[in-house]
């Protein structure tokens, strides 16, 4: 019996400090610990279990290989919840189905009900999301917001804005393409 098993109420800090000397019982604990919490957000925000489970994977593996890098002394779950958001926009702006992405989000942060942890980092998603689609296009931001988040048909949308169907279906992928590069130029700017 090691010490861990004789003493379930270790704290993050003390495992984090184990850990940061390769210790991989006190890292089976931490991750026992944390993990389930980890994958609801991730698969909250994804809505796909196979990708929150390659975040979850990511995020411990990562923090197994740079242990030395996390402040035991710091706010740890808030360093987990950062580190997932930055694997949740990896895997969106990587994703082939961005545009599933982008609605999930949104679904997601209309009925937001979840702990402070979670709703922290919808909170911080949904603010660098909301920036980006500040700085488009007057016209491409109106569709996107007609189509995402009022729901509009691209019949509906080019009829109130007086275009074409075409004109919104190029300024919907213009929009996705747009986003994508600058979701992806903040996740380079995070990492390094």
């Known amino acids: 019996m090691n010490q861990y098993d004789q003493n379930t109420e270790i704290s993050d800090r003390e495992l984090i400090l184990q850990i940061q000397q390769g210790d ?27 990708d929150a489970h390659d975040a979850v ?41 961005f545009e599933e992405y982008i609605n999930s989000y949104i679904a997601f942060e209309k009925t937001s009900s979840f702990n402070t942890d979670e709703t922290v980092l919808a909170r ?8 980006k689609i500040r700085l ?8 996107y917001e007609l189509y995402w988040r009022d729901n509009l048909s691209n019949k509906d949308i080019a009829t109130k804005m007086n275009i074409t169907e075409g004109t919104v279906k190029q300024h919907k992928h213009q929009a996705l393409r747009l986003l994508r590069q600058k979701l992806q130029r903040i996740l380079s700017i995070l990492f390094f």
């Open 124 to 131: 911080e998603l949904e603010r660098i999301f909301e920036e």
């Open 136 to 143: 488009l296009p007057a016209k491409m931001r109106e569709v």
């Open 24 to 50: 991989e019982h006190a890292f089976a604990l931490f991750y026992q610990r944390h993990r389930s919490r980890m994958y609801f957000a991730a698969y909250d925000l994804l809505r796909d279990e196979d």
């Open 57 to 97: 994977q990511e995020l411990f593996s990562d923090l197994w290989q740079h242990a030395r890098r996390i402040d035991a002394n710091g706010n740890i779950k808030g360093y987990l919840y950062i580190v997932m958001r930055n694997k949740v926009l990896t895997s969106i702006t990587r994703s082939k189905r």
